[in-house]
């Protein structure tokens, strides 16, 4: 009897501390797989501060800077948060720049779900939700970024002679149904394929003629200060409303 104990006592010995082993074994994974979430977003952290702030803009622009920057993109080829001043104290905020060999990338960062549709060549588009139950105007995005891309050009003289490629990226879980009439340099794009277009772009033109880089860089760096400028961005969100026209309907 004596014997039947001691064997019982020692089998559930072992199975303790192979559970209390097996406890801290997991316990340390969890830690390990911590530790390199923490890395990992660090990491991220720092190659998107090598661009621009954490806190400067929407959380779908620092996810482009991102995959850029992820994807050997040089942080100085990079500019976030443009603002071009235009005559009447209006202005032009653009997502992002990226200066290449071939030419200039002027991005427009959309975030959107549901199903949308429309043209190249119409003022509106339609997202559509609740499978069709629900339908909303929004500004054609081909419209608004060909515009940031006229002034921008307007800044420098040799940005005349500079191909400029419009890329309207669309973050979230949107569908593009029905999109026609895309005019020639412009592509619309879901986030993973971004790289797919920026290496297409480069593969399919050749190396342009900057006249001055020295003053390209320096342009840009410029426009992206006058983003920072608090009183700029005010007078542009309330330009915007204005624009919308909301505070002068009165039901």
């Keep these: 009897m004596d014997f039947v104990i001691i064997i019982t006592s020692l089998l ?34 720092e190659l998107i501060s090598s661009v621009t702030s954490l806190s400067r803009g929407t959380e779908t622009e620092r996810l482009l800077i991102l995959e850029l920057l992820e994807n050997e993109t040089p942080p100085i080829t990079i ?55 629900e ?5 054609n995005p081909i419209k608004q970024n060909k515009q940031h891309i006229i002034e921008l050009k307007k800044t420098l003289k040799q940005f005349k002679n500079i191909p400029f490629f419009s890329v309207i990226v669309f ?29 297409k772009i480069k593969e399919e033109n050749e190396p342009t003629n900057y006249t001055n880089k020295r003053e390209v860089v320096d342009k840009l760096k410029e426009l992206v200060s006058m983003g920072e400028n608090v009183d700029y961005q005010e007078q542009h969100i309330e330009n915007i409303n204005d624009m919308i026209g909301k505070n002068r309907i009165y039901d």
């Design 135 to 139: 339908k909303f105007k929004f500004y």
């Design 79 to 133: 500019y976030h948060d443009l603002i071009v001043k235009k005559p009447n104290d209006k202005f032009s905020q653009i997502d992002l720049v990226l200066v290449m060999t071939e030419g200039i990338i002027v991005f427009e960062i959309k975030d959107y779900s549901g199903w949308l549709y429309g043209s190249g060549n119409t003022t509106n588009w339609t997202q559509v939700l609740s499978y069709g139950n």
């Design 171 to 199: 973050y979230g879980d949107c569908e593009l149904k029905e999109i026609s009439y895309i005019p020639k340099n412009t592509y619309l794009v879901k986030p993973h394929r971004v790289m797919e277009v920026v290496h």
């Design 12 to 45: 559930t010995g072992l199975f303790i501390l192979i559970k209390v082993s097996s406890v801290i074994k997991k316990s340390n994974q969890r830690k390990r797989e911590r530790e390199q979430i923490e890395k990992q977003i660090e990491k991220e952290r």
